[in-house]
């Protein structure tokens, strides 16, 4: 509820269900049925954080709701007497206790011992008198409860809200205006009408807004992070979510996917991921298949190749791109031409394989190594290829609301592919090519894994006191987690869900274009 009112203003919303939503919206777009690459879980301990600011988001909109005008008639020793009570408003409303529980059905919530206090305008008629003026109302002991699913029913899902119940235990007001000795004949009538009539009106209103505005701010979620101009992360939900007494957890695709169309899909699909186990209030576990998606993304859009020029090399770097550097291993090279400046490119042959475990990411990476020479005159030579199969070894971090990578040199071996210039021993090259592995390689996919990939935010969530922890084919991440909205996330009283929701994205874009920047 604030996973519902708190997370509600996961967006500015402005209503109860904005609250509710907001926390299960980044949770409920669902994707086709998919073994998921990514499974998001949000402790019972992180909904109970979230209470006094979800009370705060609710509270004013209890005051919004709208009671109909009511009349009738009612007995009285003079006879009978009409009545009507028209612009029913509750000026204030004070907080009781508030309830939310996870249970396998979705998100209960309840408000319990509230108060408010309000207005409304009365007019009565009979055969001996008629009058009409204003009366203060005070509710005691409001309480209202229901619970929030999903429903996946259409090719979008939908929020639903059953066990909805609201009662108002008594009402009391006093009269302004009229002859005070007739109000008596009618305020029992009076207080019967007014109770049942703001207890539907309260239990439509919870219904029917966070419906709405639930499936409005659905709607403007995306399924999709883009990461760069390759590629974005499917981050749609592959299943519905799990509600269990002590989480509630959320499994997504979690898969790379290529921006421009034609590229193949990604071979195979994720292992099992584990359940929540670190304590934590948010814990993220994440496939070694995303990381694999992505390196085959990317090897499939040609991006997995680097050329290393002369002027690439450092100077601090004892071997240059000449073939003065080859003449003791590979002396046709400087027989054919001396002293000439060379070129290196590096292409991976197929995509990356990562392995995740216990002792943190493996990564292995095959490709071809050309070398070229540069005459003076003309177009660059192809003049010999290496194969060569890497292995590496990382670790991860999380900065911000992303997961990122970095990798180390472990081992090579290198075998001659192709020369024009003679055979040669490949392995006299082993210091060579170790240095250009750990000096362009490893730097080229340090860069990329910088770039890292988000996890579905929750909008005003700070995350602190990150614990990360390796498995046989997963990284489990859990979190300490407060929910902090700004101001007007909670202040605006004209704001809908939706337009919150659109608000939120685009502040976030427009940080996201700041970082790259």
Not at 259 to 273: S, V
Not at 430 to 437: F, G
Request: proline share 6%.
């Amino acid at each position: 509820l604030q996973v519902l009112l708190t997370m509600a203003r996961l967006s500015s919303f402005r209503t109860p269900c904005a609250s509710v939503v907001a926390l299960m919206a980044l949770l409920l777009v669902l994707a086709d049925a998919h073994n998921p690459g990514l499974k998001i879980s949000l402790s019972q301990g992180m909904i109970d954080k979230a209470k006094d600011t979800a009370l705060a988001i609710l509270l004013p909109q209890l005051k919004d709701i709208k009671i109909d005008d009511m009349s009738g008639k009612t007995s009285s020793p003079i006879g009978k007497i009409d009545y009507k009570v028209e612009d029913v408003k509750l000026d204030s409303l004070d907080a009781g206790t508030t309830d939310i529980n996870l249970q396998s059905k979705g998100i209960a919530a309840s408000l319990s011992k509230m108060s408010a206090k309000g207005s409304l305008g009365w007019k009565y008629s009979c055969w001996a008198a008629k009058d009409h003026g204003t009366a203060d109302i005070k509710v005691e002991d409001l309480s209202a409860s229901f619970t929030l699913g999903i429903s996946d029913d259409s090719e979008k899902p939908s929020i639903t809200v059953s066990d909805v119940s609201v009662h108002i235990d008594k009402v009391d007001f006093k009269l302004h205006g009229g002859t005070s000795w007739l109000y008596n004949l009618f305020t029992g009538a009076l207080q019967g009408t007014i109770k049942d009539s703001a207890e539907k009106a309260i239990k439509d209103a919870l219904s029917h807004t966070l419906v709405d505005q639930g499936n409005a701010y659905l709607q403007q979620l995306p399924v999709d992070e883009k990461i760069d101009d390759t590629s974005s992360i499917d981050v749609g939900l592959a299943s519905n979510p799990e509600f269990t007494s002590s989480e509630i957890t959320t499994a997504h695709v979690g898969e790379f996917m290529a921006n421009a169309a034609g590229q193949p899909e990604t071979p195979g699909e994720p292992g099992d991921l584990p359940d929540p186990s670190l304590g934590k209030d948010l814990e993220v576990a994440v496939s070694e298949w995303i990381l694999f998606s992505a390196g085959w993304v990317y090897f499939n859009a040609g991006k997995l190749e680097s050329m290393i020029t002369p002027s690439d090399v450092p100077s601090s770097v004892p071997i240059k791109l000449n073939t003065g550097s080859f003449c003791l291993v590979i002396p046709d090279l400087c027989k054919q031409y001396p002293g000439t400046d060379m070129q290196i490119d590096v292409l991976s042959t197929e995509a990356p394989q990562p392995s995740f475990t216990a002792q943190g990411l493996g990564l292995t990476a095959k490709g071809n190594l050309t070398a070229y020479v540069l005459p003076a005159n003309g177009d660059p030579v192809p003049v010999f290829t290496l194969t060569i199969v890497a292995q590496f070894a990382g670790q991860a971090s999380l900065t911000g609301m992303a997961i990122v990578g970095k990798v180390d040199l472990l081992s090579f071996d290198v075998q001659l592919a192709a020369s024009s210039v003679g055979q040669f021993d490949a392995h006299g090259l082993s210091d060579a090519v170790n240095i250009l592995l750990k000096d362009a390689v490893v730097p080229f996919a340090n860069k990329a894994l910088s770039k890292g990939f988000p996890i579905p935010a929750i909008p005003y969530v700070q995350i602190s006191n990150p614990v990360l922890q390796w498995g046989q084919g997963f990284l489990l991440v859990g979190t300490d987690a407060t929910y902090s909205p700004p101001s007007w996330a909670y202040q605006n009283e004209g704001t809908r869900l939706d337009q919150a929701a659109s608000r939120w994205m685009k502040q976030q874009e427009r940080e996201k274009l700041a970082i790259q920047d």
